[in-house]
């Protein structure tokens, strides 16, 4: 997710910890104390990303640094663990230093547990929100190194922003925090009404859902407003998460479907050995009736992705209406590819659209793999892997995910056998390939 979503999350579990504690101690929380759960909240909320001091060219890996580290250990539960634990000392420590003789009494008693289970809540959200998207996560390395996908909540979520911020807003005991906060909030929607990415009627939604949410949180407690952010935050998730997994039966049953149907009389020989690799789903920004999908499928020989566009709860004319093919749902990435074909629609339903295909070898795949240390250390990142063969000896490798043709996941990989491997020295985690 993006940083902004992630200290939203972090000033929601602060507020709510300072009337959780309000409501057990019975005496005035010290705005000091405030302050420090605030700040403690969003630190521990962003924590995790300071793998980007080091992620990246730092580490002599090219762009395989960035690859290989971002989202990498420190976004595991055991990171998570000891750097709340780090965070909470040092919190503790600066508050004693300048805290009074009451003050520091109050904190001994009511105080220091409660920003200790923050400062972990905190860290942990962190992990958990960037498991919501298509990018993934390994959270319980070094017991697994595999990725975890939520495929549910689009990257920069707009419902997300219009949710948290009115929710944090009016209980800021400064003016320059609350007026960071609505320039927050005026930029969201703004970026829904005049980038493209939002269709218009979601737009309206969200833009009214503002208007009555800011009066709502301007009328209610502190401890309401905290209370009613999470619970409204958390509805939100879950009805993403609801659309993905209809999205995903109907892609994975669809593309059975299509096998089945392309096999013909050889249906029994070739379907036996076909399976759904993986489906990796992506909502439009702020509605979860309209997704991109892309089905990964492999028959034991044949190496295959196919794109399409999904309507889990309607019918796929609404989303073609409201999101043209420049559109990230709209568009295809598979058809930049050269000798990308359009899927015969045998398998299409009144929600799920085929598009486009890309097939390879298996052996191709698994022969790369051997040959060429960098392409082999870019699959243990790589989801949905597309390869092209250049004139001079190199292939070029993107991750469809993000693009083809200038995504950020996107490498030339030289001819480099595993004796002249130029990652030989370097740290490469050993994260599991999703795709083999």
Partial sequence: MDNVTHALAGLLLADATTSWVARRSNVPVPNRFASAAAVLGVIAAEFPDSDLVYSGSVLGMGKLGYLMHHRGHTHTIVWAVLSALFLWYVTCWLLRRRSSDSEHVWLRDHGRWPLLALALIGTLSHIVLDWTNSYGVHPFWPLDNRWYYGDAVFIVEPWLWVIGIPAVIFSRHTRWAKAVLGVLLLLILAASWGLGQVARPVAVLISAFVVVWLSLQWRLTPKWRAVSGIGVWAAA?????????????LVRESARLSANLSAGAEAPLRTSVFSVRDVVLNPAPGDPTCWAALAITSDGAVYRLASAQVAPFGELASCRSRYPQSHRVGGDALAALPDATPVVPFGSTPHVQWRTSWARPMSELVG?????????????????PVWQRNTNGTVMLSDVRFGVGGGFAEMEIPFSPTRDCSLRNAWVPGWTPPVL
């Fill in 368 to 384: 790369l793999a051997n040959e060429r240390c960098e392409f082999a250390v870019s699959l243990r990142f790589m989801r949905a």
């Fill in 237 to 249: 998730t879950v009805t993403f998460f609801t659309a993905s997994a209809r999205a995903k039966v």
